[in-house]
């Protein structure tokens, strides 16, 4: 069946720091691809997503393009802030079918600790 | 516009009780989608209603039911509880046709 691996944390960075985040995924054909985040006590938010291979999906200094070659997912951001820190899941969708939203498979999470 | 809601907040039972949680769709979606979240882990897919029956269905026993109504609001309804069903439970809404899923804040269950 369809996964999702995300690297373990908790992942600690000083402020203005180089993020990464690696996530990788199993699927069969063309599923689509998000980032949530759980901020402490709160639902998931949607940070941002793609749909097909090699979009760059971007939102508040955040991204991940979607690499079908290395089935990558990787979260991205150059600059970060203590705001920032919270759990960080990645998740697929199965293959579109037109039909409407489908069951997303997430990862663990992988929380992330920035210090000022 | 208001986004997910879910109800109660917070609740405890006991092992062999029943409880009975409920959602209100985003303005505007149709599809209601349920999640658990067991501590430290990421969410896993239960089941999702679209016009008012059960349309997907993920790795769960029967004991985990649920309803949509006519105005879209969902309730998911666990029986005979376990002390392994402690979880925050998550609703998403969505809307026919689109992909992207909005969570409300969830209900913590906690079972003694």
């Known amino acids: 069946g369809d996964s999702v691996t995300q690297m373990e944390g908790p992942v600690t960075l000083s402020e203005e720091a180089f993020l990464t985040i690696n996530c990788t995924y199993t699927a069969t054909g063309y599923p689509s691809l998000f980032w949530y985040v759980q901020y402490p006590g709160e639902g998931l938010q949607l940070l941002l997503k793609a749909t097909k291979a090699d979009d760059k999906g971007s939102n508040k200094g955040f991204e991940a393009t979607y690499r079908k070659e290395t089935t990558s997912f990787h979260l991205e951001k150059g600059s970060v802030q203590v705001s920032d820190s919270a759990v960080y899941f990645c998740?697929?969708?199965?293959?579109?079918?037109?039909?409407?939203?489908?069951?997303?498979?997430f990862g663990k999470g992988t929380h992330l600790i920035i210090q000022p | 516009d208001a986004g997910v809601t879910q109800s109660p907040t917070h609740l405890i039972k006991t092992r062999g009780q029943q409880v009975t949680l409920r959602c209100s769709p985003k303005?505007?979606?149709?599809?209601v989608s349920w999640y658990q979240q067991a501590l430290g882990q990421g969410p896993q897919f239960i089941f999702q209603?679209?016009?008012?029956?059960?349309?997907q269905r993920g790795n769960f026993p029967d004991r985990f039911s649920g309803h949509q109504f006519p105005n879209y609001s969902s309730e998911l309804n666990v029986n005979a509880l376990l002390l392994g069903d402690s979880a925050l439970y998550l609703c998403a809404s969505s809307l026919e046709g689109q992909e992207t899923q909005y969570f409300g804040p969830g209900t913590r269950l906690l079972v003694l």
């Open positions: 998740a697929l969708s199965p293959s579109y079918s037109g039909g409407g939203a489908d069951g997303l498979t």
């Open positions: 209603y679209y016009e008012e029956e059960e349309r």
């Open positions: 303005s505007g979606h149709d599809t």
